[in-house]
């Protein structure tokens, strides 16, 4: 809230969005083999404490980015005018800064629910064996070992249904409100900050970015002492889990822009796609795999095909991301700009490529970024459906290194993935 409030606009903003926001990026899987870096030799280790301090330090940034976005937002206008009429700092906060944060604030709890919900590769990694399971671990068990057996299967869904039942209820509510889903455009005004604001936003932005800071310089300098057959291994992997992640990236982004730029897709259209994401985000990846094997099973073997079925699955489970990240260039289009075009001759192609593409390049390559990041450290579905006799999936390779033992490769695998 006090980073909303000192540094709402320009490059001091970026600076805590980008710190606040790069943790959230972080995979289960290399949490995972973090908190075996940092928690190594303390009684946290492979214990159930260990697995809650690595989620908390993964989300309390998100949470804390959240907020303080939803606070840069707040219009000052409606605080100088509380302060005009005699309210304090308490009686300003209640009436105009908490209703303007308070479904952001229940929007990126959900969203933490959810991850922490189907942290499976963290879990497996930090949590010490059986005692410490979660459901997405259990379906993954099951699924990967072949085990259909109906009664389990139904026994097990029944508790995912209770355990997701509140985040779907709130998502469910909390996606008809367009500012809830889609904060576009920021309504703050802000000068620069002063000096101890600045020390301010630097000393938050370097706590939540110190942790995997340190992680990544000791795994790059231990990099060294690797093998050139551990090296080979790791480009193999790296490269293959790359070219899925690049193409799948790239498919997702077309599919979403085919969807937003269509010529029928309305306002209410977009919101409609939005609050539907909202939703199917909200399906853990091991239900998604259960649903897609019940219904296609029987066509052909899914795990004799691992690309092209990982692909797939890859596409449809980051969509959602997708369309809510890109949403807000839907939004405002620039639809005048574009009839002018057209009357001047431009086809609609060429209308798009003039007007729009100037705007929706930023948001495009950011979030092709984001869903590469988000793809390569991807370890649910890539684990589940991985080839036993072909090139693991590099998050896969670096969690059976840990497995066994070979902490130096992992630790460095760890670095190369965070930098």
């Known amino acids: 809230l006090w980073l909303g409030r000192v540094a709402p606009v320009g490059g001091w903003r970026r600076v805590w969005e ?19 870096e940092l928690l190594g030799g303390t009684r946290w280790a492979y214990r159930f404490e260990g697995v809650v301090f690595m989620m908390v330090l993964i989300n309390a940034p998100w949470i804390a980015l959240r907020l ?57 990694l930090l949590g010490g064996g059986p005692p410490i399971e979660t459901l997405e671990v259990v379906l993954y068990s099951r699924l990967r070992s072949g085990f259909f057996e109906p009664s389990a299967l139904l026994a097990t ?17 909390l996606s008809r409100r367009l500012e809830t889903l889609l904060p576009v455009g920021v309504q703050s005004e802000g000068s620069r900050p002063g000096r101890v604001a600045q020390a301010g936003v630097l000393a938050l932005s370097a706590m939540s970015l110190a942790p995997w800071i340190w992680i990544t310089c000791r795994g790059l300098w231990l990099g060294r002492q690797l093998r050139p057959e551990t090296w080979g ?24 822009l085919a969807i937003f730029t269509h010529p029928r897709m309305s306002r209410s259209g977009v919101v409609r796609w939005v609050a539907g994401s909202v939703m199917a985000s909200a399906v853990p990846p091991m239900l998604f795999a259960l649903i897609f094997l019940a219904t296609f ?8 095909y691992p690309l092209p079925t990982l692909s797939l699955l890859l596409l449809w489970a980051h969509l959602p991301f997708a369309l809510r990240a890109l949403a ?74 840990g497995g066994q033992y070979q902490l130096e490769a992992a630790r460095f695998g760890v670095a190369a993935l965070l930098s």
């Open 18 to 36: 980008t710190a606040l926001g790069w943790p959230f990026l972080v995979s289960s899987s290399v949490a995972g083999l973090a908190g075996i």
């Open 68 to 124: 303080a976005q939803a606070r840069a937002m707040v219009n000052p206008h409606l605080l100088e005018q509380a302060r005009v009429l005699g309210a304090g700092f308490f009686a300003s906060f209640r009436f105009v800064v908490f209703p303007g944060v308070v479904s952001a604030a229940a929007l990126a709890a959900l969203e933490v629910y959810l991850i922490c919900s189907s942290s499976m590769a963290l879990v497996m």
């Open 157 to 173: 869904l029944f508790w995912v249904v209770v355990v997701y039942s509140p985040a779907w209820i709130g998502l469910s509510r």
């Open 233 to 256: 291994a790791f480009a193999g992997s790296l490269a293959m889990s790359l070219a899925v992640a690049l193409s799948v990236a790239a498919g997702t982004v077309l599919l979403v």
């Open 297 to 304: 099973i029987r066509f052909f073997d899914f795990f004799s």
């Open 328 to 401: 807000p260039w839907a939004l405002t289009r620039a639809d005048r700009l574009l009839e002018a075009a057209q009357v001047l001759g431009a086809s609609p192609r060429r209308a798009w490529v003039v007007v729009e593409w100037p705007r929706w390049r930023a948001g495009i390559a950011s979030t092709f970024g984001v869903l590469v990041s988000l793809l390569l450290g991807e370890s649910a579905l890539t684990w589940l459906f991985s080839n036993s006799d072909g090139v693991p999936w590099v998050t896969l390779l670096l969690a059976r290194w």
